[in-house]
């Protein structure tokens, strides 16, 4: 087993001892959703502005059947996996016709459309109150009410992801869509079908965001309007950018960095989010290439130094 | 006419500076709130318009200065956090400042009322909100086409290394047409105040709607923008006539049909 694997698992088991349990479980929960991000970001080279969109959405339609029909837990997540593609599928069909900033405004322009759209469905979505009352049921007869539960079953769930991520990322399709993020023409030259490829990846990042969705529904309780705001999309970027993109870890350990910060700085004052904005404005202008990068530099220059 | 104002604003920025600027909402809400501090300062509505889009630029070239400048070999999503930081800012401090509960302001005393157009009672401030940004949509069109400004803002969207080998300082161009853009933005929030009112997320709708008029127009294309303003606007108010709920989602219906029929935008070459 590979380094990394080996401190995020020391970090899977560590992180309740330290963190509160809801904090921790947001942690995995928010590097599941950075994960499928950083497919289209780092691995694609398509920036998506989106993402809430299929987090809120799958959160959403998972947490009104939990509520008013009871369904399982599998089906739950099955479920929200589904919404979360299906959702890409036609977001990224409109987008994919565009590319570089167009692409980047179109996904934002159609999460502002689904947020809208949840915004005055109150029957089903609660508007701005959001949609309380979102069950936890028990998962193969096991009780996952208590914090360190649920939390155990997350972590399962994000190791889970990671280890498809890792496999999608080494695959042939994982190949040709950092192909297509190096030199986009020299990749349709070879044969290979563009637009269906960013599609395929915008599929499996809206899947991933999906399974975050309904696991952040569940772990709140609560479906908030902002599931599926603009800001939330704009989050993900941040973390997966700040952990440092293009790499499979990178995300989370953006997502460990974003959550803490923003933790830590909302309990400050009510306001954060100013706080968290010149948060993005320094790391963007002083610190650029994220942790990963910095770490990575770090050592060589620590090699050189020798 | 309101979106062909921000769509223009818009443009002149994605298609000069090449960043997507996530920040041109709040710059909209900003115009609202230094017009409505400023009446109250004044006490004069026609100062303060004149006033209030002038300050949104002159922090738009502050912040084109400070922020964008070291970010143009960044790449898009640093550029886009940048925007993005930027825009929390300016929303959170407009609560900080003025309170997160929203505030109205009345037109000025010579434009309340309506008239009776014969088949229909019309506000009057609407109307002139129509013409006005009638005008400053002709004017800024005039101002591109026909002085040489416009013609160095025009050939820096086609082809920046060229304009600067020409001799002309392309760090001033960029810095003009982020605040060109953002005066733009201004003017679009100042004259919206009267009529919706204002609050702190009021530019959150308006910059999807620019983002839209932008993909719809193509590339820097500022005609395609005015046009593409228009047709919003107009589908927009024909649905909000039989369905009022589905008059935002019209907007990205529209957006959807024009894109699949023609992925390049409605004049866009590219």
Redo the contacts between chains.
Sequence with gaps: MSRPWLGILAAVFLLPVFVRHTIATEIWIFAIFGLGLNLL?GYTGL?S?GQATFFGSAAYAAGYLLKYYGINIFLALALGIAVGAVGAALVGY?CV??S???F???T???N??FY??AY?WTTVTGGEDGMPGVPRPSALGLDIHPPLAYYAAVALLFLLSLWVMRRIVESPLGKILQSIRDNELRAEALGYDVPRMKLAAFVIGGAFSGLAGVLYAMLFGIVPLEAIG??FS?NV??AT?IGG?GSLYGPVIGSFVFIWLSESVASMWA?W??L??????V???FF?GGVVEAWARFWTWRYAAR | MLYALMGIGLSIITGVLNIPNFAHGALFALGAYFLFTLIQLLGNFWLALLLAPLGVGLLGALIEYAGIRPLYKAGHDYQLLLTFGLSLIVTEGIIVVWSPVGMSQLPPPLLRGGVDLGITFYPKYRLFVMAAAALLVLGAWLFLEKTRYGAIMRAGIEDKEMVSLLGIDIHRLFTAAFALGCVLAGVAGALTAPIRGLNPWMGVDMLGIAFVVVALAGLGNLLGSIVAGLLLGVAQSLVALVWPEASVAVIFAVMAAVLLARPQGLFGIR
Excluded at chain 1, 276 to 281: D, H, K, M, R, W
């Design positions: 970001m920036l502005f409109l016709q565009r570089g900033l167009y980047i405004m179109l934002f322009a159609l502002q459309l809208f759209t005055q603009f800001v704009g970027v941040f950018l993109s306001r989010p100013l968290l904005g010149v948060a993005f404005v790391v963007v202008l650029r």
